[in-house]
């Protein structure tokens, strides 16, 4: 079994910064790669960046040169910190996570991430 529990989110300024953790347990080796994805009200989740074992990330064309996300593989944890934040980043925000390629992965529980003033 693998588990990844989310934390980090909570209620910001527009223009704020917020830093989400992500951390992995169970029965892993490492993860093949690790991301983060978003779903606010009414709309379907999407990606928000990626990254692999080896430090390659990308990340989806809304948050590019605000987010930065990184990883400790010894401690099985990706982090996303997020400068910058508008009100439309607004969301649950999900950390995903793979051990081997081209597997569904595992999902952690999420994290409300709230941009308003």
């Known amino acids: 079994q693998v588990q990844l529990v989310e934390s980090g989110g909570g209620l910001v300024q527009p223009g704020g910064s917020l830093r989400l953790s992500c951390v992995g347990s169970?029965?892993?080796?490492?993860?093949?790669?690790m991301a983060w994805y978003r779903q606010a009200p009414g709309k379907q989740r999407e990606l928000v960046a990626t990254?692999?074992?080896?430090?390659?990330?990308d990340y989806g064309d809304s948050v590019k040169g605000r987010f930065t996300i990184s990883r400790d593989n010894a401690k099985n944890t990706v982090y996303l910190q997020m400068n910058s934040l508008k009100p439309e980043d607004t969301a649950v925000y999900y950390c995903?996570?793979?051990?081997?390629?081209?597997?569904?992965?595992?999902w952690g529980q999420g994290t409300q991430v709230t941009v308003s003033s």
């Open positions: 169970g029965t892993i080796v490492s993860f093949y790669a």
């Open positions: 995903h996570a793979k051990i081997i390629p081209n597997t569904p992965g595992y």
């Open positions: 990254i692999t074992r080896g430090g390659n990330t």
